[in-house]
């Protein structure tokens, strides 16, 4: 089984900014396969079920972003998930807003939320899929930027690349982490 979880804040206070972007990417997968998410033990909205015939857990972690590790790690254990078949899906400030970044593990990069989970479950090594969602302008402060709807002249790029990052998950768990780091980064 794959956990698929997308990072994101709980709560309407959050929805549409760019810290929810791996939130829209679950709902997007959830939508295209049938998946229905619902509160979990797990501190988390998640759905199983599967892509083409793979065995998913979808999920959402319902905690705060900074703490989204206490939520992964319920999830890993109720599933019995191993690290390498879990796919972290985040937003970056690095990458401009559109472009994605595949990577098999490595540091957090300074992202929180998946601080928070490499420190829960013990290991770096999981996959990440990173979403851009650019720098913020000059004199703003990166989680002031993050916690902002996409400005309009972006929002449609944004769409394309959520769209294009439930696509990568898919390739990862098809067809495997290189095929979609190719394909994708």
Known sequence: MWGII??????????D??????FEVVERLARAHG???RRARAAALAGTGDIDG???????PMTMMNASGVAVARLMHLHELEPDRLIAIVDDINLPVGRLRVRRGGSDG??????????RIGTRDYPRLRLGVGAPPSGMDARDWVL????????DTAAEAIAMAAKAVECVILEGIEKAMNEYN
């Not at 997308?6 to 929805?15: I, V």
């Not at 793979?54 to 959402?60: A, F």
């Not at 300074?110 to 420190?119: T, W």
């Open 6 to 15: 997308g990072l994101g804040n709980p709560g309407s206070d959050y929805d």
């Open 35 to 37: 998946v229905r998410l």
């Open 110 to 119: 300074g992202h929180k939320g998946l601080r928070s989970i490499s420190e």
């Open 17 to 22: 900014t760019k810290h929810n972007v791996g």
């Open 54 to 60: 793979e065995p998913v857990v979808l999920c959402m």
């Open 148 to 155: 902002t709807p996409f400005p309009k002249d972006q929002r």
